[in-house]
C-alpha cells in the first residue's frame, strides 16, 4: 500500500505539532470511549455517517494532505480494531462511500482512497456491496483517468472475475480504452476491453478493435505489435472457422 502514496505527499512527521497534539487527544478520547464500551459487543451501526466533504475541508485547517491520510488510517481501523471488528460485509457501504468520496474530495492527488476501495472494499464477499464500491471507483476514475485508471483496470477484473459479469467488465475496459489516454497507462490496461469481447465470443467486434489499435500506430514496441498482431490472426482464424461450422 504503502507505494500508493506518492512522494509529492508530505510526510506525517511534516505534520504541525498542534495538529499532531489534536490527534493524540482524540486517539486518547476514543481509546477511552471503546474502554468504556467493552461491555457490549461492537455493532455495524456504531459506523458513523461520513462528513461533508466542505467540513473535512475546514477541519484540515490547510493540511487537507494529513486529514485525508488521517482519516483513512481510522477508516479501516474502525473494521480491524479489536474492540469493534465488524467485518466489512456488515458495513453499511452507502455511508463507506461516502467516507471515501468526501476524503478524495479533499486531497485529489491521493490514491489511498480509491486503492482501498478496489484492493479491500471491493472484494468483499457481498455482490450487492461490491457492486456500490466498483461504481465509486467507476465515477471516480472518470474525473482523473490518467491517474486512476489502476483502480478501474482492478474493478474490470473483479467484475470479470469474481461478479462474474462480463458486460460490467466491459464497460469498464472500454472506459479504460477511451479515457485514459496519457503514455504512461500502460497497453495491457487499454487493451483489455478485446480480451473481455473474447471471453463474451464477440468475436468479430474484438477484431475490429485490435486491428484498430495496430493500424492506429500507437503500439510501438515490436515485441507487443508482434504479440497483438498474432492475436488478431488467432481471432480470423477462429471467425473462419466458426463460419464454417455454421455452413455445414
Known sequence: MRAFWRSNERPLTAVPGWIACLLAVALALQAAAQFAQRARAPAAADFPNAPSAQALQL???????????????????????????????????????AWLRAIQTIEPRSEYPLFAASRIYAEVADPDKSRLMLDFIARE???????????????????????????????????LQQQATADSVPLWAKQMEVFILEDMNELEAAKIMLGGLLAAGRIRDAEERRFLQARLEGLERRIKSEKGGSNR
Open 59 to 97: 477541519a484540515a485547517l490547510g493540511e487537507p494532505a494529513a486529514l485525508a491520510r488521517l482519516a483513512m488510517i481510522w477508516l479501516q481501523a474502525f473494521d480491524s480494531g479489536g474492540d469493534n471488528a465488524v467485518p466489512y460485509r456488515q458495513l453499511d457501504y452507502t455511508r463507506l462511500v
Open 141 to 175: 476514475f472518470a474525473t482523473d483517468p490518467n491517474r486512476r485508471w489502476p483502480a478501474l483496470a482492478h474493478a474490470a477484473l473483479l467484475a470479470k472475475h469474481r461478479l462474474k459479469d462480463l458486460p460490467l467488465a466491459r464497460r469498464y475496459a472500454a472506459a
